[in-house]
T-cell receptor, first 108, second 117 residues
């Protein structure tokens, strides 16, 4: 069974600092990995999708890397803003196995 | 990206009644949809896989008779919580992939906050 772990569980940074969120998974036989953002009481917003054949994917201030062989992905958020405050989830697999998430607070 | 619409966003019902939640893919066809449940401060747990025109596949520990899933068309799946009890109070959320291919992006609905009183 796929196990997904996210570290740290929570992160608080001052505005402008870069964020580094980590995700690890136990079964490297994945098609892709997806990063999501969830605001309190809301649904999930897809941020980035990385295919298993890719090493990284970028969208604006977001960059996600994937090391399939070691079962790791990292989400980088550059120059954080208070609006980036949310819970970030990574998920793998067709049926999506989720990590517990990293709750980010960006202080103004 | 593709849009998945879920309705209602919030519902309060009395214990013993049934509640239906709808999940629609607005601009693509979804042969498969997924239903998740999220407890406070926890991550999402897959409840079942909804297949258009056939029976849903439930994850271990999920009661089929309590959580009825119907996927009657390529754009609509419904989850009915039958004889709801307070312990069924939770956040329910659906997702779908455009075309149902395994390597495409998954999109989520807005979620439904169910409170059973």
């Amino acid at each position: 069974k796929q196990e997904v772990t996210q570290i740290p569980a929570a992160l608080s940074v001052p505005e402008g600092e870069n964020l580094v969120l980590n995700c690890s998974f136990t079964d490297s036989a994945i098609y892709n990995l997806q990063w999501f953002r969830q605001d309190p009481g809301k649904g999930l917003t897809s941020l980035l999708l990385i295919q298993s054949s890719q090493r990284e994917q970028t969208s604006g201030r977001l960059n996600a890397s994937l090391d399939k062989s070691s079962g790791r992905s990292t989400l980088y958020i550059a120059a954080s803003q208070p609006g980036d405050s949310a819970t970030y989830l990574c998920a793998v697999g067709y049926k999506l196995s989720f990590g517990a998430g990293t709750t980010v607070t960006v202080r103004a | 990206g593709a849009v998945v619409s879920q309705h209602p966003s919030r519902v309060i019902c009395k214990s013993g009644t049934s509640v239906k939640i709808e999940c629609r893919s607005l601009d693509f066809q979804a042969t498969t949809m997924f239903w998740y449940r999220q407890f406070p401060k926890q991550s999402l747990m897959l409840m079942a896989t909804s297949n258009e025109g056939s029976k849903a596949t439930y994850e271990q520990g999920v009661e089929k008779d309590k959580f009825l899933i119907n996927h009657a068309s390529l754009t609509l799946s419904t989850l009915t919580v039958t004889s709801a009890h307070p312990e069924d109070s939770s956040f329910y959320i659906c997702s779908a992939r455009d075309g149902g291919r395994v390597n495409t992006e998954a999109f989520f609905g807005q979620g439904t906050r169910l409170t059973v009183v």
